[in-house]
């Protein structure tokens, strides 16, 4: 079983950057790709954007093109946690950001997910 609790500042103007973090619980998170989606207002339940993923020892970063250049997503297995740096953040970035964690040793396949955390981004 892991545990996913995201944190990170919610509100910020256009132009402007977040650093989310997400912690995990139990043994196993060495050994899990862990990524960051988004769901936006207004969308449909089923349009949860995968903004960007890590591999188990950082090997193989993934991101979505509408973030590349602009968000960096980085691990500390040593502390179980992943972080999403995102900078140069447009209201088009507003969403509810899910940190979510893979089977072991497998690239996607996700099976835990945290709670969420609203990002809010204003013109």
């Known amino acids: 079983q892991v545990q996913l609790v995201e944190s990170g500042v919610g509100s910020v103007q256009a132009g402007g950057s977040l650093t989310l973090s997400c912690v995990a619980s139990g043994r196993t998170f060495s050994s899990r790709c862990i990524a960051w989606f988004r769901h936006g207002s207004g969308k449909g339940r089923e349009a949860r954007e995968l903004v960007a993923g890590i591999s188990w020892i950082g090997g193989h970063i993934y991101y979505a093109d509408s973030v590349k250049a602009r968000f960096t997503i980085s691990r500390d297995n040593t502390k179980n946690s992943v972080f999403l740096q995102m900078n140069s953040l447009n209201p088009e970035d507003t969403a509810v950001y899910y940190c979510?964690?893979?089977?072991?040793?497998?690239?996607?396949?996700?099976?835990?997910w945290g709670q969420g955390t609203q990002v809010t981004v204003s013109s």
């Open positions: 979510a964690a893979g089977k072991p040793y497998s690239i996607g396949n996700y099976e835990y």
